[in-house]
């Protein structure tokens, strides 16, 4: 398993290349030996009843995973394939940009470990989750 720790400005790079995550509209705010955090800004489109006006889980559950698997793709210098992802909702989130904080529980040569915490605008904890990922070397 070949490792080299991506910088803020290569992990954005790589981050932006798929469509979707485009469209969940991140920013790398931070790398370094404690993981990533970056941020999603907010869309309408995310808004799952009009009248309360709170986030879909299912975009939630997406920023958790997206920024778990960039904390490995931040290490091994490419994404990887989710194998399993587990998401805690704490509280409903509303519109503003959300920021996630992802890091390493375990890295493996076949699969390893990350977990996220996603905050609303104001800092409160919304969401947070923990995801296996297929860490082997891509066959050539």
Do not use: C
Request: aromatic share 8%; hydrophobic share 40%; glycine share 10%.
């Amino acid at each position: 398993m070949s490792e080299k720790t991506l910088t803020a400005d290569d992990l954005q790079q790589l981050l932006t290349r798929g469509p979707f995550n485009r469209w969940l509209n991140f920013t790398v705010l931070k790398v370094d030996g404690d993981g990533i955090e970056v941020k999603a800004a907010w869309r309408e489109e995310w808004v799952v009843n009009p009248d309360r006006r709170y986030t879909h889980g299912g975009i939630l559950g997406a920023i958790i995973d997206v920024a778990a698997d960039y904390a490995i793709a931040a290490r091994l210098g490419r994404p990887v394939p989710t194998i399993d992802l587990r998401v805690d909702y704490h509280k409903a989130a509303m519109p503003g940009d959300l920021t996630a904080r992802a890091r390493i529980v375990r890295l493996g040569g076949l699969y390893s470990t990350a977990e996220a915490s996603l905050y609303d605008k104001d800092g409160e904890l919304v969401a947070s989750g923990r995801g296996t990922y297929f860490t082997a070397s891509p066959k050539p």
